[in-house]
């Protein structure tokens, strides 16, 4: 791994020879903004901004132009080429799905993966109330005016902030004056079109209205994807005085193919294990933000909001319990029942995997008999509906007025958010096609309902409705101690009930009804000092904490295992997480302009919420771990030398668990039932937490040639990281039972741009992406494979040896691969 980042950080600073990228200033800013002039918001609403020589922490931030001149299709893969210690997981191969995490915590779209991050649009969390998940494909990139990424578990960021929170602050008429239209087109027959207005009057008045479409065949098989976004905003202001609405709307449908068994992904790296796996979002958004300046020291902001999302799934898996049964060659009677029903040209004799790669016909019969399809039927076909609302207000009030002769600002606020979600399942029995698709029948045993005869017949329906309210105030005061050291004390208490009603079982065992309360007080500290304008010393604590949400609650029971996101099972309350961070560096910048930054943080969370994961379908379950720990050094520079703007960040990030624990190993060797058997695994401390690279690095390069002609360049190179299934790090391949290492490898990855003014209103650009095509894994997961090398589908892959009546499966590897090379060029017209 060391050849290759010094491989990437030669690539990258040459390139400012020839190429460029969004040079990110370490210091916590973005371009040739200074440290010491960095607006940053110390709460996620207005009003409590602060300068960078006050924070204790490695902030980092974006503008418009720094994102646009990227190239960057939205705030994730800008994030993930220009932003230290974030990286991505492509587990989708969606690029508007990707799980972005940052430090080893994650905001994801996908339901299931603990999140670790909060984010906020314009005062608004996006962490959604069903999940905590973000979907990204709900924030439109022409309409952001800048983003903060604050590391650490600040409390005043709210629940779900136990690594970092990302703020998005959306443009105004006043902010981006002026109107723009954007045609582009790429690899993949992607496509966008986007345009935007906005202005002011002298009275007062400013708009901004934006409009996105986008469409993408995407770069595996049957991955097509669409997304229609909207936004607007209005506003009013005087000397005093500023208010604004903000309308938001997004329609997008999403399909991501998921991980591939690493066999099948080298013999086709654009294959797919199972489809379909699409997404549909819909989205609407309104918020009411105001700021009053009472006084030249006192001021008032605060925000009141409302936002619908509706989501629809629709999941091609393999079954799992298919894997050890007799699937091929139907029984007489299930012969007369497919007779009964009208279908012909089935076998009477003979059928078995050397003839038949993708078996249907016993399929068809159990669930015409309504006998054992949840066992003989080697397809599912998932769905899912979910219906969400939340509204919320908060406020906060500002005092800026010294102390003595001391400057000292001091905010206090208070929120309240309520949320509704209605969630809806199905699973639907079926059989798998050649184009790995899932056929269905209709019939008695269509559907996992509970009434199948057999003893495995679980009921995967979910009918459940929750119901969230939060109740927090804060405060924090930032206080000079003397003009050269700065002292910062924090604090928010949040209090959460969240109660679930079970529609299908609304009491007793199994059922998902219940109330759940959870409340605890996050305090932060943190001193500055700052001995001349070029230097910056900082030390901080802080502790967050974040609630279970309802579909952690309701899918905690070993023993009741969830598909997801398309089951839940009743179980015992979890805890909530507490994450508690120490951040200690220092921070400049030289006469030369060079800004540099060098910081090591420690964060401990108890209780940690982990998904377990049963097998490569998606059974699992939410556990408690009792600690995990995410440590590290981050270091970075930038400057410009001339028109050549340079940058670089390394991080070492080491992500362990810090208990013992035991959870299920299926699909690695080392589990205790035996090889090809469901067993569990002894995780120890200092074991790594899959999923987790322990190296980062990135370097970037604009080269402002003339004023008409820019070239750019940016490199990641990322380290290898254990596979889910093998969180004991112990997996090995023997060859026969288990194939692939459980691990993924390092990787770079070399992107290139250009920007071309024929005339001032007009921009020309290119960017190519992976330019050398570089193949690569961005994730992995140990599971039971259902298919051989050639694709077809088999089952009881070993005769023996027979354990309480089942046979072995065949472990693998499954890789979620990076995309390929994407060409990308487009037309920007400004007027």
Known sequence: MKYLLWTVACAGLAGAAAGSATAQTPA?????????????????????????????????????????????????????????????????????????NYRGYTASPLLGTPEGLSVYLDGVRQNQPFGDVVSWDLIPREAIESLTLMPGSNPLFGLNTLGGALSVRTKSGISAPGSAIELGYGSNNRWQAQASTGGSADNGFDWFVTGNRFEDDGWRDASPS???????????????????????YADTDLTGNGMQDQRLLAADYRSVYTKPDNTANRSSLLNLTAQHRLSDHIQFSG????????????????????????????DAEEQDALTAAGYTGFPTSGEDASNTPFPSWRCIANILLNSAPNEICNGLLNRSHTSQDEAG??????????????????????????????????????????????ATVDGPGAFADGTQESEDAQDARVDLT????????????????????????????????????DSLTPSGPGSLTGNHDFSRFNPAIGVTWSPNDGLTAYAGYNEGSRAPSAIELGCSDPDNPCRLPNALAGDPPLKQVVARTVEAGVRGRGPSGLAWNAGFFRAENSNDIMF?????????????????????????????????????????????????????????????????????????????????????????????????FALEADAIAVD???????????????????????????????????????????????QVNNVFDTRYHTAAQLGSTGFTETGAFLSRPFSGPVVDGELPTLGETFYAPGAPRLIWAGVRYSF
């Open 466 to 501: 929750g119901r969230t309210h939060v109740w927090s105030v804060f405060a924090t005061d930032t206080m000079e101690v003397v003009p050269t050291l700065r002292l910062t004390l924090s604090g928010r208490y949040d209090a959460s009930r969240v109660k679930t009603y």
């Open 720 to 766: 290898g990281s254990y596979a889910r299934g093998n969180e004991n790090n112990q997996h090995q391949p023997d060859g026969v039972y288990y194939l692939g290492s459980g691990k993924t490898g390092g990787y770079a990855v070399m992107n290139l741009g250009a920007d071309f003014r024929p005339v001032r209103s007009v921009k020309l650009f290119v």
């Open 28 to 100: 916590g800013s973005a371009g040739s903004t200074r440290p010491d002039t960095i607006v940053v918001t110390a709460t996620p609403l207005e009003g409590a901004d602060t300068d960078a020589r006050s924070i204790a922490a490695p902030v980092q931030t974006a503008t418009a132009k720094t994102i646009e001149d990227s190239h960057a299709l939205d705030v994730t893969a800008y994030m993930n080429r220009a932003l230290g210690s974030v990286y991505v997981n492509d587990i989708q191969n969606n690029p508007l799905q990707p799980d972005v």
């Open 226 to 248: 669409e997304a229609t976004q909207l936004f607007g905003k209005a506003g009013w202001r005087n000397d005093r005085t500023h208010i604004s609405l903000t309308g938001a």
């Open 393 to 438: 207000a908060s406020g906060q009030m500002t005092v800026d007025t010294p102390l003595g002769a001391r400057a000292n600002t001091f905010t206090a606020g208070a929120a309240y958010n309520a949320s509704h979600a209605h969630f809806i399942q199905s699973t639907q029995f079926g059989y798998l096609t050649p184009d790995r698709g899932v």
């Open 612 to 708: 377990v994961a049963d097998d490569i379908s998606g059974f699992g379950y939410f556990r408690n771990f009792g600690k995990t720990r995410r440590q590290g050094v981050e270091l970075g520079a930038s400057g410009e030398i001339g028109a050549v703007s340079l940058g670089a960040n390394y991080t070492y990030l080491d992500a362990t668990y810090r208990s013992a624990e035991v959870v299920p190993g299926q699909g690695n060797s080392t589990n205790d039932g035996g090889p090809g058997f469901e067993g569990a695994i002894a995780v120890s401390p200092g074991d790594r937490i899959p999923l987790v690279p322990r190296q980062i690095f990135k370097a970037n390069a604009r080269w402002e040639a003339t004023s008409r």
């Open 303 to 330: 925000n009141l909001y409302y936002r619908k999302i509706t989501t629809h799934t629709l999941n091609g898996d393999i079954n799992d319990d298919s894997l050890t049964e007799q699937v091929y060659q139907p």
